[in-house]
Structures are given as C-alpha cells and as structure tokens.
T-cell receptor, first 115, second 113 residues
Framework: DAGVIQSPRHEVTEMGQEVTLRCKPI?????LFWYRQTMMRGLELLIY????????DSGMPEDRFSAKMPNASFSTLKIQPSEPRDSAVYFC?????????????FGDGTRLSIL | QKEVEQDPGPLSVPEGAIVSLNCTYS??????FMWYRQYSRKGPELLMY????GNKEDGRFTAQVDKSSKYISLFIRDSQPSDSATYLC?????????????FGAGTTVTVRA
C-alpha cells in the first residue's frame, strides 16, 4: 500500500519565483492536510480538505499561499511570489476521517529553500 | 502562550534506559491525545493514541493522560538506538466537524549504544 507521495523532495529557488508543491494522498482517504515545519514554529497546519473541499484555511500565512485539490488523488500548494521566510519543510498528510481517532499519515515532505 | 507546550530537549540516554517525555496543554476541549515519532528527514508517523484520561501500553511504550492536570506523558522502556528520533505530542477535539491536530514542538531523543 503506497503511502502519501509528495514531490519534489527538495526545491531550491530564488525569491520571487513561483513554487508548486504536489501531493498524492492515500487512496480512499477523505481528508488531506498541508503542514509547514520549521525549527522556530514547529509543525503548523496550513489548510485541510474534506472530499476535495477546503474546510479550514485559517493557517495559510497570507495571500501568497494557495492550495487546491482538483480531485481525490491530487493536491497542490502554491506560493507566489516566494520569499526567504517561506523556507521550511512542507508536509502533506491524509486521513480516512470516518470518525473516532483516525491517524493522519504523513508524506516525507518537501524541503523548500528560498534564496 | 501556545496551546500545546513540549520541551524540545534534546534528551540523550544510554541504551536500556527509560525515556520519559511529556506535554502540557491549555485547551480543556481536547479529547484525543497522540504521540508521533519523526525520524530525520521523514514525516511524522503515529506511535500511539489515547482517548480522555488513563494509560495505554503497547510493547515498550506507555502513554498516560491526566486531563485534570492537562498533562500527557510517553514512556519508552528498554530504549534502543533505533528509538532515536523526535517525538511530537498531538491532540484534538476531533468533533464531527473538526479534525485539526495541535502539535507540540517535539522532543529530540538520542539513545546511545
């Protein structure tokens, strides 16, 4: 059973460029989460989807960030324009979310460096 | 003040020692309490979870929740070098319309052979 797949694993780009991070959740999982992890702030939830619909985007830092989920097997997180303070590891996670405690399964993240 | 407080460590112990990790929280609405383990350059993976107060044991791992004190703990017995990782506590209300997890900062643990 394939886990959550994220691409690219590493991204280095210059300030001002557009960055697109991709995620393929586990098949059959209804919930998809985007997180950002930094040394200073730890793991922060940016946005999550239920059945492809954004439910809570209160963690998205500013309008430069946007996320989409066009279908059940694909989601993107876009940063435009990127800034050095966006450098972090970005994780995608998915969950069955059918009630009770449903663990969130994380991908291995995209390590983003903005120069 | 953060919703979930966790001492980042680092914590270094000899092989075979008991590792003790803990978190405190401020939101009394939290009902589900989880511990995730994160190896270097990997995503977090769920280790254990508990509902409300009480203890739960799984092999060498024991999770405890004290809701009256808003305090949770994870104990690792007979620690092994393979237990070296960052351990993050997480908690949630997990109501029918709220699946968000609030994470602690994570404690980095090194078990010395």
């Amino acid at each position: 059973d394939a886990g959550v797949i994220q691409s690219p694993r590493h991204e280095v780009t210059e300030m001002g460029q557009e960055v697109t991070l991709r995620c393929k959740p586990i098949s059959g999982h209804d919930y998809l989460f985007w997180y950002r992890q930094t040394m200073m702030r730890g793991l922060e939830l940016l946005i999550y989807f239920n059945n492809n619909v954004p439910i809570d985007d209160s963690g998205m830092p500013e309008d430069r960030f946007s996320a989409k989920m066009p279908n059940a097997s694909f989601s993107t997180l876009k940063i435009q324009p990127s800034e050095p303070r966006d450098s972090a590891v970005y994780f995608c996670a998915s969950s069955p979310g059918t009630g009770g405690v449903q663990p969130q399964h994380f991908g291995d993240g995209t390590r983003l460096s903005i120069l | 003040q953060k919703e979930v407080e966790q001492d980042p460590g680092p914590l270094s112990v000899p092989e075979g020692a008991i590792v003790s990790l803990n978190c405190t929280y401020s939101n009394s609405a939290f009902q589900y309490f989880m511990w995730y383990r994160q190896y270097s350059r990997k995503g977090p993976e769920l280790l254990m979870y508990t509902y409300s107060s009480g203890n739960k044991e799984d092999g060498r791992f024991t999770a405890q929740v004290d809701k009256s004190s808003k305090y949770i703990s994870l104990f690792i017995r007979d620690s092994q070098p393979s237990d070296s990782a960052t351990y993050l506590c997480a908690m949630s209300r997990l109501s029918s319309n709220d699946y968000k997890l609030s994470f602690g900062a994570g404690t980095t643990v090194t078990v010395r052979a």
